[in-house]
């Protein structure tokens, strides 16, 4: 009874000491990928306007566009969520919007990893024509993309996160 | 003979973190390892308390450290977003490794749950690696190649459950742990990803109701397949395949198309 409480232990011991291994390995793999997009990261963040994203959910940058003299014209939100294709490759929209950091003006889709004729028919003028003037208050009220549940609920996903941010960014400004 | 490594805790990873290899290789060795020490723990402890505190010990003390050692390593450590999902899958690994533990009553042997354990851990990483790879080209994270045959369908459930299904298979022959369906319990998989990954969505009633009608056909399609495979006459060749869960990969086939 003893040994085997001790086998137990020893056992426990050894995968202990491969996880600390496994997870220190992932580890320095990932950091040598975020330090290339730490980067990138600098980039967002020079460009006039930009609005400090740290620790908001699926937002990747944001910016206010302001005019000549310097009234906010619009706002910019570049946000992304999981849909269909490996996590490695969200779905990531640009969302433009109104003043009032609640109406869309306009989205641009950045990248995506869908599936043709599924998921990637977000592409579509017709699709995207619907978030023009629309109200992201009401992210639940987009169209669903037939075939393409994953890729709605992204897309429903990081339209609501953006809404959320900006229009808390703007209340708070 | 039954199973020494929580089995229905990596079917369930091989179904839902084997997307991509960083997932998987986290997934693998935090299941292992939390199993072990539930192991452990309940060989020390477990005879001074009764058996009914020893249960529900078991179960809260598990789904706790599952949880809590997910976030530690894949938030704080590793810098890995979870989402809302991924943290309810992680609580359901916890119960199920808790279910092994419960399980293994008296039957403990760390030398197969290593071995074991360790051959579980490879058929994840290999079918994480090929879901990875076939979906994007890559391993983990890292872009290796771009070919045309290449398709986002290997990430989704569907994929994960056949492959699963066939990783299963592998080890139940290598590790003779299998009878007919297996020896894993299909429906402790299959239920938390029917509630969290729905195969099709309802836009005109609520999210709730959606979510609730969904997973009922999914589990009523799944339920009247394993009791039809009651009176199956399997071959030996496929004896060792869990038959249920790779047909809930063809339901979710079928269902993805509403």
């Known amino acids: 009874m003893k040994d085997s409480r001790l086998r137990g232990i020893i056992a426990l011991a050894v995968v202990t000491i491969v996880a600390f291994g496994v997870i220190y390995g992932s580890r320095i793999l990932v950091k040598d990928e975020n330090g290339g997009a730490d980067n990138g990261g600098k980039v967002e963040e020079e460009l006039p306007g930009a609005i400090d994203v740290q620790g908001a959910e699926g937002i990747i940058s944001a910016r206010e566009i302001t005019d000549d003299s310097g009234n906010v014209t619009a706002y910019s939100v570049v946000a992304k969520a999981k849909g269909f294709a490996p996590p490695t490759n969200p779905v990531t929209w640009e969302i433009i919007f109104e003043p009032d950091a609640k109406t869309i003006r306009e989205v641009k889709i950045v990248s995506h990893g869908e599936t043709e004729g599924y998921g990637a028919k977000m592409e579509e003028e017709s699709y995207l024509a619907q978030f023009k003037g629309m109200s992201a208050e009401n992210g639940s009220e987009i169209d669903a993309i037939s075939g393409a549940t994953m890729t709605t609920e992204a897309i429903r996903k990081l339209v609501s996160n953006a809404y959320n941010f900006i229009s808390n960014y703007a209340a708070n400004k | 003979m039954k199973a020494k490594y929580p089995i229905e805790a990596f079917a369930l990873a091989m179904v839902v973190f084997s997307q991509n290899m960083r997932n998987a290789l986290v997934t693998g060795i935090l299941i292992l390892l939390i199993a072990t020490l539930g192991l452990v723990l309940d060989h020390i402890f ?213």
């Not at chain 2, 179960?59 to 991924?86: K, N, P, R």
């Not at chain 2, 339901?251 to 993805?256: A, G, V």
């Open chain 2, 46 to 258: 477990g005879d001074m308390i009764p058996r009914w505190s020893r249960v529900s010990c078991s179960i809260i003390l598990m789904t706790a450290v599952t949880y809590s050692l997910f976030q530690v390593v894949l938030l704080a450590v590793l810098g890995f977003e979870i989402q809302q999902s991924d943290a309810i899958f992680h609580i359901f690994l916890g119960i199920l490794i808790a279910k092994h533990i419960i399980d293994m009553d008296g039957e403990r042997d760390y030398n197969r749950l290593l071995l074991e354990g360790a051959g579980a851990y490879a058929v994840l990483l290999v079918i994480s690696i090929i879901r990875e790879f076939m979906a994007g080209g890559a391993v983990f994270g890292y872009k290796i190649a771009e070919f045309s045959l290449r398709s986002g369908s290997f990430s989704n459930v569907i994929m994960g459950f056949i492959l699963a299904g066939i990783g299963l298979a592998v080890l139940n022959g290598i590790f003779r742990s299998g009878t007919n369906t297996g020896a894993v319990d299909g429906f402790l998989v299959v239920f938390p990803v029917v509630l969290e990954i729905q195969p099709f969505i309802i836009d005109s009633i609520g999210e709730a109701a959606s979510v609730a009608i969904t997973a009922a056909i999914a589990l009523v399609l799944f339920y009247s397949v394993k009791r039809y495979l009651i009176f199956s006459k399997l071959g030996k060749g496929i004896k060792n395949l869990p038959v249920d869960l790779v047909s809930m990969g063809f339901i979710y086939m079928i269902l993805s198309m509403f």
